[in-house]
């Protein structure tokens, strides 16, 4: 019953599942505080149960939606990632937040590439957009890690957003950008060195 | 079980997989589906939803749909769009929510402009009063409702419902009418 009929992909580090009643408390922690701003956040517990129920019955009504991310070792969640598109949205998006104190790990990158590869050679998507809002600068910055560039001649949600283009699924195909974004979880996984500066998503 | 294509034409999610479906003398009762956003929108965008959550914008009642949907998933009730038996047309909405906040379900139900007046929205309170108390244990749902909507408080009152305390949501407190426990009648299913 339930969610058992979304996807289930699995990545080195991550396990994507559909929400569960189970992860609503950790959805509900981070929607009531200020990392959900660009998300339409901060939300009163009403607000975050009716945006949680929504984020499964979008699976429902579109066949695709967000997942939950786990932890692969603990199955601790780490935040969300997936695609999103409601009535007003020009095009199909693909969305994503960390949570909090889980930020800084390369998780959103991992999620948001296995999430976009999911889309593209199992649903046959031929791209995607990202709605994001100008002052969010970690996304942004994901965004372009992923290989989006910005789109400024696309409608955008509201105006107040800016719209970044994935790359086609023929761009992204043996392509310096997909083995950047695979070097880039590589060194997350296995870091190399650790570079100081400030904690990207 | 019917399944939901994407534009590859591709099944990827199954439609009938946890919304339970039953039948009123006259109305089928199903889960929410893309296509009853249009009349939903009609309804929840005019001015005969003012007690109801509206009038609102098309994209807060997307939301709405889907959240009635994914409501089942959390908490294995939710609500139904309430159709007609003979041509499938939307007549309105009614079931069981608990959000976050809510001390218990809540009954809940409107029925669209064009349907009011025929006993449809009582035939469906009814049927679901007694499917909740049969299938999901929830024997005597409460309805928070404004009184002023007095047409919508002698209805709950005709079919027993009696004003009780306020309930406290995260609003804060607000009026409430109670259900008896449905007597078994033979008009479902």
Known sequence: MSTDAIPVIETERLVLRGPEPADYPNFKHTFSSYRSRFMGGPLNAYESWMLYAAEIGHWRIRGYGMWMIHDRKTDATLGMAGGWKPAQWPEA????????????????????????????????????????????????????RLGATRDDAAQTVDGSDVCYRHPSPAKLRNSQISDGIELEIQSYQNPLFKPKGFAID | MTGLTDTTGRTTMTKNDFIPTFDTARIHLRGGLVEDLDALDGFFSSQDSRYVGGPRPRGE?????????????????GLWILTEKAEGKVLGVAGLQQPDGWPEPELIWVMFGDYTGQGLATEAVQGIRRYAARELGIKTPMSLIYPDYSKVVRMAEKMGARRIK???IPDGPVPAWRFPEPEEGTNVD
């Open chain 2, 166 to 168: 306020d309930v406290l």
């Open chain 1, 93 to 144: 998006e693909i969305a994503w937040i960390i949570w909090p104190d889980t930020a800084g790990k390369g998780y959103a990158l991992e999620a948001t590439h296995a999430a976009r590869r999911y889309f593209y050679s199992t649903l046959g998507w031929e791209g995607a957009v990202s709605y994001l809002d100008p002052k969010n600068l970690d996304s942004i910055r994901l965004a372009e």
């Open chain 2, 61 to 77: 009642t997307w939301d709405a749909l889907c959240s009635g949907i994914g409501h089942w998933a959390l908490r294995g009730f």
